[in-house]
């Protein structure tokens, strides 16, 4: 016999839902910062982004995971670099193109920690 409760919504808090998105929670619309959203409606953003949603993955400010990911390096590697705060897209472009010293040393311990994990991996 088929059970007669409905089916409860999931949701979750603002600040998950924009960690989920990859954006920065402070950068998003007054409304979606209020509210609670629902699993299909993060399904519904992620599958047809609104305007705001699609500029601010596109130009930013981006939280530090995106930003860390952008220039290739670790979030511990960021704070190392002196970046605490969130960056747009042209600001990541403007430090690629710079290309300080921190930027390519966080860089190279980067890819040498991805080598161990691969090797690691692999055994």
Do not use: C, Y
């Amino acid at each position: 016999m088929p059970s007669s409760k409905p089916k409860t919504v999931q949701t979750m808090k603002p600040e998950t839902a924009a960690k989920k998105l990859g954006v920065l929670l402070s950068a998003t619309p007054a409304e979606f910062q209020s509210g609670v959203v629902s699993r299909d409606e993060l399904n519904a953003l992620q599958a047809t982004p609104p305007a705001w949603l699609a500029d601010l993955r596109r130009n930013g400010p981006h939280p530090k995971q995106v930003v860390a990911a952008k220039l290739g390096v670790s979030i511990s590697g960021l704070a190392r670099g002196g970046i605490t705060e969130p960056l747009t897209t042209d600001e990541i472009n403007a430090l690629k193109a710079e290309n300080p010293a921190w930027l390519e040393r966080e860089r190279s311990v980067q890819a040498e920690t991805r080598k161990e994990a691969l090797r690691l991996k692999q055994r």
